[in-house]
C-alpha cells in the first residue's frame, strides 16, 4: 500500500525548474531513495514533501490525505518526521532530555518544556527515551552533553530524536554525509535495524554502497526529473541513469 504519493508536482525558483512533473509512490513500511546528481532537485523534493516547500502545482498526500496547506508542525503530527543533513539538537542538555523533549512533543503535541518538571510523567518518558538510546547503541552517554558527541553519535542521537516522534515516515537528507565508512556502516545497520519496527523511510544519498546496501526501491532525479524508478537491479542497470548520473560512468 502507498503511504505518500507525490502527484505531478512542479515547482520553479525564478526561471528554474527544480522540480517538473513529478510523480513517486513511497509504499509502507519499505526504503525508498531518492538518488541524482548535485542540484538535481533532492532536497528541493523533500523539502515539498514536508511542506517546507509549497510546490507550485500538483499533490503530496500521505495515508490519502493531502499534506497541502498543512503547516510542518502539524505534518509531524501526522506521523513524518525529517533528519536533517545537520543534526537538530539542543547542545547543552543531555541526550535523554534531546529524546525525553521529542517524545514529550508527540504526545502533547506541542512543546512543553515544564512538562518535563511533571513527576508522573518524567519517568515514563525518560524510560522511553533511554530505550530508544540504547538501540541506536548510545546506551553509556544518555547523561552527557549532546555537544560533546562525535559526529557520528550526533548522528544516531539525531535518529533516536526523531524515532522518539514515533513517525510512520522518516524522511533522511544524507543520512552519512560526512561519516567514515565504519560510522557509515554502523548507520547503516541501524536503519536495517529501523526496518524491523516497521517505520516507513526515504532517504536522499550520494553515497551508492549506503543507496545499494538499504533501498529496496530507487527513484532517480536528474535535472528535476524523473529518468529512472524502480527496484535497484533495474535502477543500476539503466544506461540513462549512468549517464545522467554519473557522466557515463557505472554504478
Ligand atoms: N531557494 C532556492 N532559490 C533558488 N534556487 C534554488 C533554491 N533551492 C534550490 N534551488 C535550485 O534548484 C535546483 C535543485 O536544487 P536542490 O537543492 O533541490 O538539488 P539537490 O539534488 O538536493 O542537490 P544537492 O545534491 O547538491 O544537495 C538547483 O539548481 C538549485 O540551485
Not at 505518500?4 to 526561471?15: A, P, R, T
Not at 527496484?231 to 549512468?242: F, I, L, T
Amino acid at each position: 500500500m502507498s503511504l505518500l504519493e507525490v502527484k505531478d508536482v512542479n515547482k520553479s525558483f525564478g526561471g528554474l525548474a527544480a522540480l517538473s512533473n513529478i510523480n513517486l509512490s513511497v509504499d509502507e513500511g519499505t526504503v525508498h531513495a531518492i538518488i541524482g546528481p548535485n542540484g538535481a532537485g533532492k532536497s528541493t523534493l523533500l523539502n515539498v514533501m514536508i511542506g517546507l516547500i509549497e510546490a507550485d502545482s500538483g499533490t503530496v498526500e500521505f495515508d490519502g490525505r493531502s499534506l497541502s496547506n498543512v503547516s510542518p508542525h502539524d505534518i509531524i503530527q501526522r506521523g513524518i518526521a525529517r533528519v536533517f543533513q545537520t543534526p537538530q539538537i539542543f547542545p547543552e542538555l543531555s541526550l535523554r532530555e534531546n529524546v525525553a523533549i521529542a517524545g514529550l512533543a508527540r504526545r502533547d503535541g506541542k512543546f512543553k518544556m515544564n512538562a518535563l518538571q511533571s513527576p508522573r510523567r518524567t519517568a515514563e518518558v525518560y524510560d522511553a527515551a533511554e530505550d530508544l538510546l540504547e538501540d541506536m547503541g548510545l546506551k553509556d552517554l544518555v547523561h552527557e552533553e549532546a555537544q560533546h558527541l562525535s559526529r557520528g553519535d550526533k548522528r544516531r542521537l539525531e535518529l533516536a530524536i526523531c524515532l522518539a516522534a514515533e513517525p510512520r515516515l522518516l524522511l533522511l537528507d544524507e543520512p552519512t554525509a560526512g561519516m567514515s565508512r565504519h560510522d557509515t556502516n554502523q548507520t547503516i545497520d541501524l536503519l536495517k535495524k529501523l526496518a524491523e519496527r516497521g517505520t516507513t523511510k526515504v532517504v536522499i544519498e550520494h553515497d551508492m554502497h549506503v543507496v545499494f546496501s538499504l533501498a529496496e526501491r530507487i527513484s532517480v532525479l536528474a535535472q528535476g526529473q524523473i529518468i529512472a524508478d524502480g527496484a535497484p537491479d533495474e535502477v543500476r542497470g539503466d544506461p540513462k541513469v549512468e549517464e545522467a548520473y554519473l557522466g557515463g560512468a557505472h554504478l
